[in-house]
């Protein structure tokens, strides 16, 4: 069956890096676009980044441009979020999600990882 | 990119019908046929429901659909029942080629 499993989450300091991956099963993922989201604790979500199924494109959201990068590796089958300068308003669950062939909602979504960015 | 515009919350009785709005922009639910709907469940992963403003995932009860007229899409839920209580979220495309959520809906059955 599909599915996303996530990982890399933990407590950083402000101003430190993290990466997260998401590991892709049971679908071939060299075909799909991949999303990242995220979810403050008691807050709703928020789009972060996507990448285009070959990594030709990416597009973020303006709260992390600059800081954060989305890759893929195809021949891993695996997603990955380079997350830098890290921000306290940074931290959330980070979620990734496979992207609807041929438009732009998220089916499935990984379990999560929690990212808690504190001094 | 402003977030979408949901009520923070509805709710109904067992067997009712309740409707989930979400209010964008001209250069967002407006102008593209892409708005998706999640259910998320605390603790837990969000499930897509609706997307492409209308069409249901495989294995999604047709007790959900969606629509959307102008700038506002809505999540129509028929029949309710004790397991529909959750949060929902609309998302749509921009026209910057990236995605915004609704603050989300928290839908509690009576």
Redo the contacts between chains.
């Keep these: 069956q599909v599915q996303l499993v996530v990982s890399g989450g933990g407590v950083v300091q402000p101003g430190r890096s993290l990466r997260l991956s998401c590991a892709a099963s049971g679908f071939t993922f060299s075909t799909y676009g991949m999303?990242w989201?995220r979810q403050a604790p008691g807050k709703?979500?928020?789009?972060v980044a996507?990448i285009w199924f070959d990594g030709t494109?990416k597009?973020?959201?303006?709260s992390v441009k600059g800081r954060f990068t989305i890759s893929r590796d195809n021949s891993k089958n695996t997603l990955y979020l380079e997350m830098n300068s890290l921000r306290v308003e940074d931290t959330a669950v980070y979620?990734c999600g496979r992207a609807?062939q041929q438009?732009?909602?998220?089916?499935?979504?990984?379990?999560?990882t929690l990212v808690t960015v504190s001094s | 990119q402003s977030a979408l515009t949901q009520p923070a919350s509805v709710s109904g009785s067992p067997g009712q019908s309740i409707t989930i709005s979400c209010t964008g922009t001209s250069s967002d639910v407006g102008g593209y046929n892409y708005v998706s709907w999640y259910q998320q469940y605390p603790g837990k992963a969000p499930k897509l429901m609706i997307y492409d403003v209308s069409n249901r995932p495989s294995g999604v009860s047709n007790r959900f659909s969606g629509s959307k007229s102008g700038n506002t899409a809505s999540l129509t839920i028929t029949g309710l029942q004790a397991e529909d209580e959750a949060d929902y979220y609309c998302s749509s495309y921009t026209s910057s080629s990236t995605v915004v959520f609704g603050g989300g809906t928290k839908l509690t059955v009576l």
């Design positions: 999303h989201v709703g979500l928020e789009w996507v494109n597009y973020y959201a303006d979620y609807v438009s732009w909602g998220f089916d499935p979504w990984g379990q999560g």
